[in-house]
């Protein structure tokens, strides 16, 4: 297997960010600096790969659902600010795990966690057209009519200015609430989205991503998935899991 490829199903990056770590000379194989990221590695040579003088431990991937609260960041920036990994069991908190894409401090709801690269690799690129389901309250009040021009909006596309971001639904709920789906993630999008609009999202919550629901978990709480959630994730992306 690719150098690359051992590397991220182990958590310690994107294909991208590996070839980053590789060309600043942070890996090691039997005590020499790897820079090849296609080298080819076989089964004898995975103790003795390290990563910043640390040995890799090569555990089996998992992935975790977090229900993450608002004013928790997706990633660790500050000592002392609460993050996403935080909420991992005890066990877990000191081994490679990175989010499934970022919900800002101020969003909540579904977040996963894992330490299979290739997986968040995968999930997080727009060409696989990952739905995502949100709930949001927002102001102005919106009325029917105005609604009916969102949805079509929505459903063109929305020119954000970096992107246009592919098709998305629309529903209205009420006249500052609805439900909205996209298919990709990238930073901010449906705040931005609804702002192009001309409305100001005032709670945002994911309730999917994928195959996978929120369902009625605890803010706060977090579990581990089961074999077949993970199968459910892994057929999404067309990916063979390698444990």
């Known amino acids: 297997m690719r150098l690359d490829k051992v590397l991220a199903d182990r958590g310690l990056g994107t294909r991208s960010e590996i070839k980053k ?36 431990d090569f555990y089996a991937k998992t992935v975790f659902l977090l229900n993450k609260p ?3 960041l997706s990633m660790p920036e500050a000592e002392g ?11 877990y908190r000191s ?15 579904l977040l996963l966690i894992t330490n299979d690269g290739e997986l968040i690799h995968r999930l997080t690129q727009p060409k696989w057209k990952i739905r995502k389901l949100y709930y949001v309250d927002f102001e102005p009040e919106m009325s029917s009519t105005a609604a009916q021009l969102v949805q ?27 439900e909205i789906t996209v298919q990709e993630g990238k930073f901010h999008q449906v705040r931005r989205m609804l702002s192009a609009c001309g409305y100001t999202v005032k709670r ?23 074999e077949a ?15």
């Open 152 to 178: 079509t909006e929505f459903a063109q596309g929305i020119n954000l200015g970096d992107f246009v971001t592919l098709a998305a639904e629309f529903h209205r709920l009420n006249s500052t609430s609805a």
């Open 21 to 56: 770590i590789l060309r600043q000379g942070q890996v090691t194989l039997h005590g020499q600096v790897v820079l090849k990221a296609d080298l080819q590695i076989n089964t004898a040579d995975l103790p003795y790969i390290c990563y910043r003088g640390e040995k890799i």
């Open 70 to 72: 608002a004013g928790v």
């Open 95 to 109: 081994r490679k795990f990175s989010c499934v894409g970022r919900l800002d401090k101020y969003s909540e709801g």
């Open 229 to 243: 959630e993970i199968a459910s994730l892994y057929a999404e992306v067309q990916l063979t899991r390698t444990d």
């Open 81 to 91: 600010v609460p993050c996403a990994l935080d909420y991992l069991p005890p066990a």
């Open 204 to 226: 945002l919550l994911r309730l999917q991503e994928g195959p996978l629901a929120l369902q009625d978990m605890a803010v706060g709480a977090v579990r581990q998935l089961d």
